[in-house]
């Protein structure tokens, strides 16, 4: 939506697109894998999603109120950082988690910096860092799916740091999602679905996503446990929250580069501190640090990768 | 009589070193995590404001301009010495707490800044009345910032639990939580200040 701005001669048409149409759109994109989390997970699962969009959209409702803005809890904004937020979370959390998570999600996220469009980090990613950070012992219990009483059970990222190596999770297991870990992160095909839609509908840019993924892939499998190139580059691409995140928290129009260039790069650098972070780093998972470490490079990407001006013979960098 | 009360009142709020200046965040971010730590090293910077603030007024005339600032920096590490060994004789808990911050008070940019911007301007009196206000001005900082971060971050103030069954959030208590919580205090004076303006 950000390149749409072509001049051109009159007559001119309206594409009859909002960014509340866009945002509600986004929403529709994420029920598949919030399906499948409540398939996998059980009923639970839905109350999380339930209380975390629910608290994101009254937290935005009071402060934009108290702030003396606009009320804008229609445009669906809130209602996506709530749906992420508790994509993000464990499927046995505490009930006051996704509430706590929600309301730093939108105060601290986005509201204190202006509201949509002036934050600068990933709202839904504030939240689940301030949480991961907070309450570590919720964010990381993790219980097996399809089974109702609450097994508890390792992500295989988690098994993966710990030594044990895919003991029990096969490929296709990770591709549909029956495998421990968060909400919405299981299900790659249920994510896939929604973000191919996205895709067709030009609401998401192919570049981040792919470049992201690709660049995990590669460098996953070039430093491999058994020397160079001998990487299980399939099993880290579909485990972890890889696939969520970029397809859906990395494509964040108001925390990434605007131009394709840009976005390249943003795919690369998230790419490469995934990685790192999940093969060297202290965490089993590093998607969202890597994403929110590139939010704040943004601004930098966004200032060097100008499109050139048309006619004009040098970029020149305006500081 | 009410000039002193002034200069002292204006380090509180006015002029207050942590919101308004905007001064001394390195030990405030890094000792507030409890109140009793919050509460040992403003009375220790205000300790070595008091005296470095006093002693500044009273040679201000006998330092070559050249090099006033190594002069200051002589003058506030001998309180800061002192008030080092005074408390490695009486608290030594509090000292271990507070560690290298307690030496760092003699760059702090608090006191080196009072002795430059005010004490080799002013009188001895009045030089000693803003260095009340200004230290106890830092301490009352202190003592909110670490209270919001002990509560949220441990559940307690003072080492006292208030509410049972609260789980606390441990980020409060890491360099994050500091950051926030100064962030949002400043905040928060700000718009008061532009309320009333």
């Known amino acids: 939506?950000?390149?749409?701005?072509?001049?051109?001669?009159?007559?001119?048409?309206?594409?009859?697109?909002?960014?509340?149409?866009?945002?509600?759109?986004?929403?529709?994109?994420?029920?598949?894998?919030?399906?499948?989390?409540?398939?996998?997970?059980?009923?639970?699962?839905l109350w999380l999603m339930a209380l975390g969009v629910l608290s994101a959209v009254a937290t935005e409702a009071v402060l934009q109120k108290a702030a003396g803005r606009k009320i804008s809890i229609l445009d669906g904004s809130a209602v996506i950082t709530g749906?992420?937020?508790?994509?993000?979370?464990?499927?046995?959390?505490?009930?006051?988690?996704?509430?706590?998570?929600?309301?730093?999600?939108?105060?601290?996220?986005?509201?204190?910096?202006?509201?949509?469009?002036?934050?600068?980090?990933?709202?839904?990613?504030?939240?689940?860092?301030?949480?991961?950070?907070?309450?570590?012992?919720?964010m990381t219990a993790f219980t097996r799916p399809m089974s109702y009483d609450a097994v508890t059970s390792a992500t295989p990222l988690a098994m993966l740091k710990g030594g044990g190596y895919?003991?029990?999770?096969?490929?296709?297991?990770?591709?549909?999602?029956?495998?421990?870990?968060?909400?919405?992160?299981?299900?790659?095909?249920?994510?896939?679905?929604?973000?191919?839609?996205?895709l067709m509908r030009g609401y998401i840019f192919w570049q981040i996503p792919v470049i992201y993924v690709l660049t995990v892939g590669v460098f996953t499998c070039i430093f491999g446990p058994q020397g160079y190139f001998s990487g299980d580059w399939l099993f880290h691409i579909l485990s972890g929250g890889l696939i969520l995140g970029a397809f859906f928290m990395a494509t964040d129009y108001v925390t990434s580069p605007l131009t394709r260039k840009g976005q390249v790069l943003f795919g690369v650098g998230c790419g490469v501190l995934t990685s790192v972070i999940r093969l060297w780093g202290g965490y089993p998972e590093g998607v969202s640090y890597a994403i929110l470490m590139m939010n704040a490079a943004t601004p930098i990407i966004d200032r060097y990768t100008k499109n050139k001006v048309y006619g004009s013979l040098k970029l020149k960098v305006k500081s | 009589m009410r000039k002193y009360i002034s200069e002292f009142l204006k380090g509180i709020i006015r002029e207050n070193p942590t919101f308004v200046l905007a001064l001394g965040l390195c030990p405030t971010l890094a000792v507030s995590v409890t109140v009793?730590?919050?509460?040992?090293?403003?009375i220790a910077a205000t300790a070595v404001l008091l005296g470095s603030n006093v002693i500044i007024a009273l040679i201000k005339d006998m330092i070559p301009d050249k090099i006033r600032i190594p002069c200051y920096?002589?003058?506030?590490?001998?309180?800061?010495?002192?008030?080092?060994?005074?408390?490695?004789?009486?608290?030594?808990?509090?000292?271990r707490a507070l560690g290298i911050y307690v030496p760092l008070i003699v760059v702090n940019c608090i006191v080196l800044g009072r002795a430059e911007a005010y004490?080799?301007?002013?009188?001895?009196?009045?030089?000693?009345?803003?260095?009340?206000?200004?230290?106890?001005?830092?301490?009352?900082?202190?003592?909110?910032?670490s209270a919001i971060r002990e509560f949220f971050g441990s559940g307690k103030i003072l080492g006292l639990t208030l509410i049972k069954g609260f789980e606390p959030a441990f980020v409060m208590a890491m360099p994050p939580g500091a950051l926030l919580v100064i962030g949002l205090l400043l905040g928060f004076f700000n718009v008061i200040k532009g309320r009333k303006a």
């Not at chain 1, 992420?84 to 959390?93: H, R, T, V």
């Not at chain 1, 297991?173 to 992160?185: A, N, P, Q, S, V």
């Not at chain 2, 003058?75 to 030594?92: D, G, N, R």
């Open chain 1, 83 to 138: 749906l992420l937020l508790a994509f993000n979370l464990p499927p046995k959390a505490p009930f006051w988690i996704p509430i706590v998570g929600s309301v730093f999600a939108v105060a601290i996220g986005k509201q204190i910096f202006g509201g949509l469009g002036q934050n600068i980090f990933n709202p839904a990613l504030v939240g689940r860092v301030f949480l991961m950070a907070s309450w570590p012992k919720y």
């Open chain 1, 166 to 198: 895919l003991a029990h999770t096969s490929y296709l297991d990770l591709f549909l999602g029956k495998r421990g870990g968060c909400i919405g992160e299981v299900s790659a095909a249920a994510l896939l679905v929604g973000a191919l839609f996205l």
């Open chain 2, 73 to 95: 920096i002589v003058v506030i590490a001998t309180f800061v010495t002192i008030t080092e060994l005074l408390m490695k004789a009486y608290s030594p808990a509090l000292n």
């Open chain 2, 36 to 42: 009793s730590n919050g509460i040992g090293m403003g």
């Open chain 1, 1 to 45: 939506m950000k390149n749409n701005l072509i001049v051109s001669v009159s007559p001119h048409l309206h594409k009859g697109e909002s960014v509340r149409m866009i945002m509600w759109m986004v929403v529709l994109s994420l029920v598949p894998a919030g399906a499948a989390g409540v398939f996998f997970f059980g009923i639970d699962a």
């Open chain 2, 119 to 145: 004490a080799c301007k002013n009188s001895v009196v009045n030089s000693f009345f803003d260095g009340l206000g200004m230290g106890v001005g830092f301490t009352l900082a202190l003592i909110l910032i």
